[in-house]
């Protein structure tokens, strides 16, 4: 008899997410994250540099068509304008790292060119990146606390809209009340990374202006390559224990170690993992 493909949920379930019936382990999920991170780090490191170098084509020419780089900078209302204009444009790629860390956490494969793959719901994933970034920045003009939960409570947003197929406005409030069960453990996580964001910088602070300044560059971009795939690993195994990620599996492979269901909020898109 031939083995059938059969969509499986992984992990939580938006259902128990919202009612906070689901757990964070810091150091598992950290260990987990690490040693996803050492196997796979090349195809999200591949792809945040060509977003990058596509980010930076995408500021310039906003620039030049507002007078050049040195007059945007000089006025804040262009400059924020520049910021939005890179968002929209950035976002619908950035979404395909976000989900490169939702793969790994179901251990699927990935590549470099998966930043290609949701763009399908660009516009979606530039608008939620744009609404969330306007929630965090009046949370933080307001106090630094206020942003900081809100940076946290809305960290999982865009693969609720490409995993999940939901609206801007439903994955910044499934969010939100999902992730405000755990906040405690979230940000012990995120202040990990922050950290290790600051040692990976120290030696650049300390040595800037000797004669080792390239050196402390070159250990904080090698840092990085290390870092940053962490940190959309760690959201993976985040998004998956709370919200769970629909996958494709065989039949033969069901019941070792997942439950194997159809999920009744799945809308029978497979794009999360066809790419």
């Known amino acids: 008899m031939p083995e059938e493909n059969i969509i499986v ?33 090349m195809s999200i490191n591949i792809a945040l540099l060509l977003v990058m170098v596509f ?11 507002f007078g050049g780089i040195e007059l945007v900078i000089d006025d804040p209302q262009l400059l924020q304008l520049i910021n939005v204009i890179v ?19 179901v251990n699927k494969p990935t590549k470099s060119k998966m930043v290609l793959s949701f763009l399908h719901r660009g516009s979606w994933v530039a608008l939620c ?6 929630l965090i920045s009046i ?3 307001l106090l630094i606390i206020p942003g900081v939960l809100l940076a946290v409570l809305l960290s999982l947003t865009i693969p609720l809209v490409v ?3 939901l609206s801007p406005v439903q994955a910044i409030v499934l969010s939100i009340k999902a992730l405000r069960f755990k906040i405690m453990p979230l940000l012990v996580i995120y202040l990990v990374l922050f950290i290790a964001l600051i040692a990976l910088a120290f030696p650049i602070a300390l040595l800037i202006e000797s004669s ?5 560059i070159m250990f904080f971009l090698f840092g ?8 959309y690993n760690i959201k993976g195994i985040l998004y998956r224990e709370i919200f769970g990620v629909f996958s494709e599996q065989k039949s033969a492979d069901i019941g070792l170690g997942h439950s194997g269901n159809k999920g009744s909020d799945h809308n029978g898109s497979d794009d999360t993992f066809s790419a």
């Not at 939580?12 to 598992?28: F, L, N, P």
């Not at 980010?55 to 068509?65: L, N, R």
């Not at 619908?92 to 976000?98: K, L, R, V, Y």
């Not at 080792?212 to 402390?216: D, M, S």
Request: charge should be neutral; proline fraction near 3%.
């Open 87 to 105: 968002t929209i444009a950035v976002w619908p790629f950035m979404a395909g790292i976000e989900m490169m860390g939702v793969f790994h956490a």
């Open 9 to 41: 949920s992984i992990g939580g379930s938006v259902e128990r997410a919202v009612k906070g019936e689901y757990s964070i382990d810091v150091k598992a999920i950290l260990t987990e994250a690490w040693q996803k991170t050492l196997l796979s780090r």
């Open 224 to 231: 990085l390559t290390y870092l940053a795939p962490w940190y």
């Open 139 to 141: 949370g933080f003009q």
């Open 163 to 165: 995993e999940k197929n």
């Open 129 to 134: 990146a744009l609404l969330t970034s306007l």
């Open 212 to 216: 080792f300044a390239p050196l402390a």
């Open 55 to 65: 980010g930076m084509i995408v500021s310039f020419i906003a620039s030049s068509f």
